[in-house]
């Protein structure tokens, strides 16, 4: 059973910047598409970004110049750098994997069945 664990939240003020890992066990075979998802109090989770096994990358708009993923396959290790934080930017990020998704839809949530427990973000003005 995948199972993956997240890390590296925390609280920086507007403008700062932080790293959240998530490390994935108990597979096998290779993961098709892992990603970033996170979720506002109130609010539906959304997709932040996703990588595919052949390196192609997806970004949500919001994020687009201010979030890096990457993903270290010898460390079974996916990363999310967050630069230029915004209080918008506060939420539960989740990662999430797949073994199989249209790509087309690499930042929907439904594509993927696995998910680890989240790490909390929260940004101050």
């Known amino acids: 059973q995948l199972q993956l664990v997240e890390s590296g939240g925390g609280s920086v003020q507007a403008g700062g910047s932080l790293t959240l890992s998530c490390v994935a066990s108990?597979?096998?075979?290779?993961?098709?598409?892992m990603a970033w998802f996170r979720q506002a109090p109130g609010k539906e989770r959304e997709g932040v970004a996703a990588i595919h096994n052949d390196g192609r990358i997806t970004y949500a708009d919001t994020v687009k110049g201010r979030f890096t993923i990457s993903k270290d396959n010898a460390k079974n290790t996916l990363y999310l750098r967050m630069n230029n934080l915004k209080p918008e930017d506060t939420a539960m990020y989740y990662c999430e994997a797949t073994w199989w998704l249209n790509a087309t839809r690499s930042l929907t949530d439904s594509e993927y069945p696995y998910w680890g427990q989240g790490t909390r973000v929260t940004v101050s003005s």
């Open positions: 108990g597979y096998r075979a290779s993961i098709y598409c």
